[in-house]
């Protein structure tokens, strides 16, 4: 399976025009040129963007233009993956970036894995992952090495997300090593906007970068995730001392 690029134009000229006419324009050149035969053009988004697959390779591209902020998130993220939980030899640990593949893998399979639809992103999900491993109470006191417990801790991302987590009250940071924070004292709850997930934004602290209104749905296709884990102590015995949980003390 492929990963999304995600291109960013930075033009002063477009910068003064509708955003809608050079989503088109851009559209139009990108088959034009035989770069992609079908073009889906999101205009309307918080973000507008132009989505397509390559012709050659078959790549998944979204292109936004002059979003500045979508460089400083793929610096941001560049980081946690080469900086989270360095492995013994001092090399990118595995445990980050499979949490975020297997969940992005998940999500896409449910078509949950757009944010203009409701679903979640790349950068939410690596938030996610890294609030999870960073607050982690075993990966904390290192008694864990999170490399030799991948299928572990991806059981317990989806539980801890799927059943546990306090939506309704609790938000995410991932500033000083990881924290919840309370929405209410922050002005980030309301009755309307209950059981929604509410996530920091670790390039702006007084920024709420996501409030999701088709969570309810998001929540249940993490609960699946519970079927999964009785069924595999039957699939293979060996692996059943590791099945057992190790977010507790």
């Known amino acids: 399976m492929h990963s999304d690029i995600d291109l960013v134009v930075l033009s002063d000229a477009m910068a003064y025009s ?20 079908h073009v889906t053009i999101i205009a309307k988004a918080k973000v507008p963007i132009v989505k397509f697959v390559t012709t050659h390779g078959r790549f998944k591209v979204d292109i936004s233009i002059n979003q500045g902020n979508g460089l400083v998130s793929g610096k ?3 980081g946690f993956l080469k ?20 969940t992005k893998a998940f999500l896409s399979q449910r078509s949950m894995n757009e944010v203009y639809t409701g679903g979640l992103g790349s950068y939410s999900i690596v938030c996610l992952a890294v609030s999870f491993l960073q607050m982690h109470p075993k990966i904390r006191r290192g008694e864990i090495d ?3 417990n991948l299928g572990v801790l991806v059981m317990e991302f989806f539980e801890l997300y799927g059943k546990y987590f306090n939506y309704d009250e609790a938000g995410i940071s ?10 209410r ?5 309301a009755e309307y906007k209950r059981n929604m997930l509410s996530i920091e934004d670790p390039a702006d602290p007084c920024k709420l970068m ?20 009785r069924v595999a102590p039957i699939i293979s015995t060996k692996s059943e001392p590791r099945l057992q949980g190790v977010m507790g003390s």
Request: glycine letters at 8%.
């Open 18 to 37: 509708d955003k809608s006419t050079v989503l088109h324009l851009l559209a139009n050149t990108l088959k034009r040129n035989g770069i992609t035969s």
């Open 76 to 78: 941001i993220i560049s």
């Open 83 to 102: 900086d989270m939980l360095p492995s013994a030899n001092g090399g990118e640990s595995k445990a980050l970036r499979s949490l975020v593949m297997v």
């Open 146 to 148: 999170p490399d030799k």
């Open 174 to 183: 991932l500033r000083e090593g990881g924290m919840y924070f309370n929405k």
């Open 185 to 189: 004292q922050r002005g980030w709850h």
């Open 210 to 229: 996501i409030i999701l209104s088709h969570f309810g749905s998001l929540l249940m296709a993490f609960i699946v995730q519970r079927t999964i884990s």
